[in-house]
């Protein structure tokens, strides 16, 4: 026996109607899943960044501790004389990954406890209150500024302004270079803008700092602080 179902247009025009309904419905769920594993993949990339991080901060905190010296001099590639307070100098091997010339005299470097080898190089300890000194960049004063004082400008000039802009000068007459002034006076009278200004024209940092920031409670402390100045300003 044959049964044979005829549909008329309505009834098919139903069907296809609920087919595509029902199609759409599968590919929206379809990408909804697909931007949801795309976020589950970007959340599990950061976690497994943050475990990498974590354990890598793990391991150097395992890590034993390292002696910290001072740079006395390189004596070759290979070979540093370090000195270590309060053991003594030493003279230590180079980590091959430290590149030489970055090694200088008075850098503070990281040896190795078990080898002293010269593994990392460390930055220059200055104290807070150092740091937190008024420092500006290239002054925007100038000369022109500076009103009455024109024999000290032409001084200036000839001891700061001339040794850093032409040095080869003083190399070749073989007159060493001067290491600088001192500008003393009343309140008032250009000691401060003629510092900016000889600043400003040789492109240099401007280090402001009053001296009762210099004093402090214990003795010892102030020439610690001086020192520390100029280890920022180099």
Same mark, same amino acid.
């Given at each position: 026996?044959?049964?044979?179902?005829?549909?008329?247009?309505?009834?098919?025009?139903?069907?296809?109607? =609920?087919? !595509?309904?029902?199609? +759409?419905?599968?590919? #929206?769920?379809?990408? +909804?899943?697909?931007?949801?594993?795309?976020? #589950?993949?970007?959340?599990? !990339?950061?976690?497994?960044?943050? @475990?990498?991080?974590?354990?890598? *901060?793990?391991?150097?905190?395992?890590?034993?501790?390292?002696?910290?010296? +001072?740079?006395?001099?390189?004596?070759?590639?290979?070979?540093?004389? @370090?000195?270590?307070?309060? +053991?003594?100098?030493? @003279?230590?091997?180079?980590?091959?990954?430290?590149?030489?010339?970055?090694?200088?005299?008075?850098?503070?470097?990281?040896?190795?406890?078990?080898? /002293?080898?010269?593994?990392?190089?460390?930055?220059?300890?200055?104290?807070?209150?150092?740091?937190?000194?008024? $420092?500006?960049?290239?002054?925007?004063?100038? /000369?022109?500024?500076?009103?009455?004082?024109?024999?000290?400008?032409? *001084?200036?000039?000839? @001891?700061?302004?001339?040794?850093?802009?032409?040095?080869? #000068? =003083?190399?070749?007459?073989?007159?060493?270079?001067?290491?600088?002034?001192?500008?003393?006076?009343?309140?008032?009278?250009?000691?401060?803008?003629?510092?900016?200004?000889?600043?400003?024209?040789?492109?240099?940092?401007?280090?402001?700092?009053?001296?009762? *920031?210099?004093?402090?409670?214990?003795?010892? *402390?102030?020439?610690?602080? $001086?020192?520390?100045?100029?280890?920022?300003?180099?």
């Amino acid at each position: 026996f044959f049964i044979q179902f005829t549909m008329t247009k309505v009834e098919t025009q139903g069907i296809n109607t =609920f087919y !595509n309904s029902k199609t +759409e419905e599968l590919e #929206l769920a379809c990408r +909804e899943k697909a931007r949801n594993l795309r976020r #589950l993949e970007a959340q599990r !990339n950061e976690w497994n960044s943050r @475990v990498r991080s974590l354990r890598e *901060e793990l391991q150097l905190l395992m890590e034993p501790g390292s002696y910290v010296g +001072e740079v006395i001099k390189l004596m070759g590639k290979t070979k540093v004389l @370090v000195k270590v307070n309060p +053991e003594g100098k030493y @003279v230590v091997d180079l980590d091959k990954d430290i590149d030489p010339n970055k090694v200088t005299p008075t850098t503070r470097v990281a040896l190795r406890n078990d080898s /002293y080898t010269l593994h990392k190089i460390l930055p220059n300890k200055i104290d807070p209150l150092v740091s937190l000194m008024r $420092v500006e960049k290239v002054p925007d004063s100038t /000369y022109d500024m500076v009103g009455g004082l024109d024999k000290q400008i032409k *001084e200036i000039k000839e @001891v700061i302004e001339l040794p850093i802009k032409h040095p080869e #000068l =003083f190399t070749a007459l073989g007159i060493a270079q001067p290491k600088g002034v001192l500008l003393y006076g009343p309140p008032g009278t250009g000691k401060t803008l003629l510092a900016r200004a000889v600043a400003h024209h040789t492109d240099c940092t401007f280090i402001r700092v009053s001296g009762s *920031e210099l004093v402090q409670k214990y003795i010892g *402390e102030g020439s610690r602080m $001086v020192r520390e100045l100029f280890v920022m300003a180099r």
